[in-house]
């Protein structure tokens, strides 16, 4: 749709982050999503990394239809439901061992929040009071509720509310690509776990309740992958302290790095889980947290976990995901992500052969990003005025490519994208998503091979 199009229409009564227009949707199919022109845009991002089996999928589709025909909503103080049930016992199976007990939220911001409030009160229930302070990383993001900002380490979002907020101790993220260090090394992986512990010791060991990590990065790292041996230390330096690890699976998880969860490829296990985006695929809101039975039943036990939401276990929601589950399953979407996802992400690596203003490409599977720089030798990161991250997103878009970008440097420098297509994506989405991608580079080639002149 062209500008003087979106300008045509009425005056919206809506409003997000700005007043920029997008044209209106008409349809959405599998990868793609067309406007009410007509035009056609392969979903490169999956939303925001939520359409994880593509859109519109019939399982799904006839699974709403037939519980809308027996029920769209069930009080959980009023009612248990088959759909939340099930859908919390297939969601449990999927878990660590151990994991056992599902509590049914709308969104990642409320499984963040609802991580956040059962940690602290297990730590009541089992006179930890005194344990309250969560470590998160920097940069990170967790949600947009206060609770969920206060670990965020993303200036932009975080900042206006500072004064609002408990803000929780930060540690460095383990970004080895910006640092000159070697990914591969358990040294370097030792070197970044070892961070959270001095910050647990400089908090106070019997103060601190929590740490909170992505496995695989999100829109603020842009699929961070964690240096080698990373994962295992930090779950050894928690159970050591006695402190919580909460893995924030919202994005990662569901199958789109090639295991339903992004733990999965390092076999460690968290005390808690936070699941949303990709669980319920964009089919209605849906999310979850998962504890180990031995974090609930003292809560249960000590009168109960004082939290909730109106639309917690909403059995419509749950009959979503639950087929969403059956999608991932019978078509073993998660084995396409790994394959598909390393077609990709090869593909991706070789455009840094034609454009030097790419830095660096990573992720797993389908949870993908490459970031643009200055220099590739010291990782400089274009100029912040060029709004390099906003650029490309128009130009692909103008394509009829959707990606989705962030800052890299806490929000205030550095551009990523994440490329992230349905994991029912094939060979041919990537040539594709490649084509199309490339033509956006090309285009973005002369004001960035211009800004890499100047710096020198």
């Known amino acids: 749709m062209t500008q003087p199009l ?21 349809e959405a199919r599998d990868v793609y999503m067309w406007d009410i022109e007509g035009k056609r845009y392969l979903d490169g991002s999956s939303g925001a990394m939520v359409s994880n089996i593509g859109h519109s999928h019939p399982h799904v589709l006839s699974a709403m239809r037939a519980q809308m025909d ?19 016992a297939k969601t449990a199976a999927l878990m660590p061992e ?45 949600g947009c509720t206060l609770g969920a900002l206060a670990i965020t380490g993303y200036g932009p979002l975080a900042d206006p509310f500072a004064p609002m907020m408990q803000m929780m101790p930060k540690i460095p993220a383990p970004r080895a690509y910006l640092d000159g260090l070697d990914a591969g090394d358990p ?27 992505e496995p695989i990065g999100g829109a603020s790292t842009g699929a961070l992958v964690p240096p080698q041996g990373y ?69 249960l036990d000590h009168g109960g976990f004082a939290h909730g939401f109106t639309y917690a276990g909403n059995p419509l929601a749950c009959a979503a995901g639950l087929a969403v589950l059956e999608v991932i399953e019978t078509e073993a979407l998660t084995d396409n992500a790994a394959r598909i996802g390393a077609i990709l992400k090869a593909r991706l690596a070789g455009l840094m052969d034609r454009f030097p203003f790419i830095g660096d490409v990573r992720g797993k599977g389908l949870l993908l990003a490459f970031e643009l720089v200055a220099d590739r030798a010291t990782m400089e ?20 490519l959707i990606i989705y ?35 956006a580079l090309t285009a973005f080639a002369p004001t960035a091979l211009r800004a890499m002149t100047e710096r020198v």
């Not at 890299?408 to 990537?430: I, K, S, W, Y």
């Open 70 to 88: 027996k029920s769209t909503f069930g009080y959980r103080l009023h009612f248990e439901t088959d759909p939340s049930e099930r859908l919390a």
């Open 381 to 400: 990161p274009l100029p912040a005025a060029m709004n390099a991250y906003l650029e490309l997103v128009e130009l692909a878009y103008a394509e009829g």
């Open 405 to 439: 970008a962030r800052r890299t440097r806490n929000g205030q420098a550095g551009d990523h994208f994440l490329v992230c297509p349905p994991m029912t994506a094939t060979e041919a989405h990537v040539d594709e998503i490649i084509a199309k991608l490339t033509a």
């Open 187 to 213: 040294a370097t992986g030792a070197h970044y776990a070892a961070m959270l512990e001095a910050e647990i010791i400089a908090q106070g060991p019997d103060t601190v309740l929590a740490f909170i990590v």
């Open 98 to 142: 151990g994991m056992e007990k599902v509590f049914f939220v709308s969104g990642g911001s409320e499984a963040v929040e609802s991580a956040l409030k059962i940690a602290r009160q297990y730590a009541l229930a089992t006179g930890q009071g005194a344990r309250w302070k969560v470590i998160s990383r920097q940069p990170s993001y967790h």
């Open 6 to 26: 979106l300008n045509a229409r009425p005056e919206s009564h809506l409003f997000y982050q700005t007043r920029a227009r997008r044209p209106l949707l008409a």
């Open 231 to 299: 994962m295992q230390a930090v779950r050894d330096i928690c159970t050591r302290h006695g402190v919580l690890l909460i893995h924030d699976e919202v994005m990662c998880g569901g199958g789109r790095t090639g295991r339903f969860l992004g733990a999965d490829h390092w076999d460690v296990a968290p005390d808690i889980i936070a699941l949303s985006k990709g669980f319920g695929a964009g089919y209605a809101p849906l999310g979850a947290m998962i504890a180990h039975d031995r974090i609930v039943n003292p809560v």
